[in-house]
């Protein structure tokens, strides 16, 4: 496998701003980080679950259908162009969100999130299943994947605590910093 390409995928998808970061940075700015890390914890749970349907149907479907990892690829290239189109796009007078945020509401919106779905669906068809499909190679990457959300969740809590004034005043260039990684992330699934 080559790790510094999944881990540069991993790390942008999942720190790039998408439904659950932003949800997590409002909820720091109207109820405090306790609440915003009620969510994460919520978040977490659904994120782990949901790579693990997703390796499990994955491992199912390429063994029935081989050249369904040329579909995903091109599938979540192309949503993650899409993704970092609409970052580009965010019009950063408009409020994000307006939910009460829980460990349910971040548990639940994992599987109606489709940055998410998407992400976990591709990742481990790109990056895992080529180059090894054994049980404890799923285990351990469905693992450091899950990890790595959930640092970057609490790595959004703590970017909202602390950054708050500052994000207020660059948005835009941050979006347009972010976009550019996410389109990077893109081009790499073809590396």
Not at 3 to 14: G, N, P
Not at 106 to 127: A, C, E, R, W, Y
Not at 150 to 163: R, S
């Amino acid at each position: 496998m080559e790790i510094t390409s999944f881990l540069i995928y991993c790390l942008i998808a999942t720190f790039t701003p998408g439904p659950t970061n932003i949800v997590i940075l409002s909820t720091v700015h109207r109820f405090g980080a306790k609440q915003a890390m009620e969510y994460t914890y919520g978040a977490t749970l659904g994120f782990g679950l949901l790579l693990v349907i997703s390796a499990g149907l994955n491992t199912m479907l390429l063994t029935v259908i081989p050249k369904l990892i040329l579909v995903m690829q091109v599938i979540g290239s192309c949503y993650m162009f899409y993704l970092a189109y609409q970052l580009y796009r965010t019009d950063t007078s408009k409020p994000a969100v307006t939910q009460t945020a829980t460990f349910i509401s971040g548990f639940l919106m994992q599987f109606f999130n489709p940055k998410v779905v998407l992400f976990t669906i591709t990742v481990i068809p790109t990056f895992v299943i080529p180059y090894d499909s054994a049980i404890s190679a799923l285990s351990i990457s469905i693992l450091a994947i899950t990890v790595i959300g959930f640092l970057a969740f609490t790595t959004w809590v703590l970017f909202g605590t602390i950054f708050k004034d500052f994000l207020q005043k660059h948005t835009k260039t941050v979006n347009v910093m972010m976009a550019l990684f996410l389109a990077y992330a893109a081009v790499m699934v073809w590396m």
